[in-house]
DNA sequence: TACAAAATGTTAGATCTTCTAACATCTAAT
DNA sequence: ATTAGATGTTAGAAGATCTAACATTTTGTA
């Protein structure tokens, strides 16, 4: 399943056939992108080009934007799907000792200031995780 | 199975992503379109548009050619391919819609099936990024 | 060898496609 | 009613592809 993995994600597609395999406007797809939740490659020519899970993820995205999820929902979507996917990466998670935490709290909390309480729980989510 | 001849016959890729796939250069893919070896479609702007098809055929041209087998020996092979194909038994013809090329893409791509291991070696390895 | 044909290279000018950036419009949430 | 989110629209620039012609290289054969 390697290969096939590799194949998913060979930048292929310019940004007009993706327009029609989607059925989404260029606009839309640059904002997309604009809002991280795709990351087409550039060809030399500094041209978008997109790979099959470039497609896919906008073709979810569509599907959300139909059941009324907006940016904000589908942005966290795809961080915990991320997420999920390191879990089954890793190795079993250790626990954290007393000092883990205070070297995380210590680096983490300079760069707090100015999180939305939601931002905050994302950190929580990501360190304080069994 | 008769679908799946349907889906990798759709017209998805600029002459640009063709050649890196294949190694050869604008001019040989027309030329040997101009061989009637292959018969890309045109977008609304008369650019050529090719599939998985044509980019097999070109990649199995590539082999024979590197065999020492000149156009006249190509095209024949591809008239006796033609006469088997019309040998056997076609069923009724069945139209995809614009949905069904999407939801076939992405299974259909990961494969380029039909291909010879030796086939798959002149992908060119290089531009398939990660 | 020499010549004709085959196969590919190269170029120019036209046209299509995509790019960025800005501003406009419409919708949803506060 | 106002703000922020999401998409539309446009202009000008640059990249990509088109056709058509002529040039060069390779191959087959008289």
Redesign the interface.
Known sequence: MRE?E?????????I??VM????LTARQIRYYEEQELIYP?R?EGNRR?YS?ND??VL?EIKDYLADGINMAGIKRIYELKELEKNEKTKPPEKNLTDDDVRRILHSEFLSISGLSPKDKNKLNQQHFKQ
């Open positions: 096939k590799l194949r998913r994600s060979m930048s292929v597609f310019p007009g056939t029609k395999l989607t059925d490659e060809n080009m099959l497609i896919d073709l």
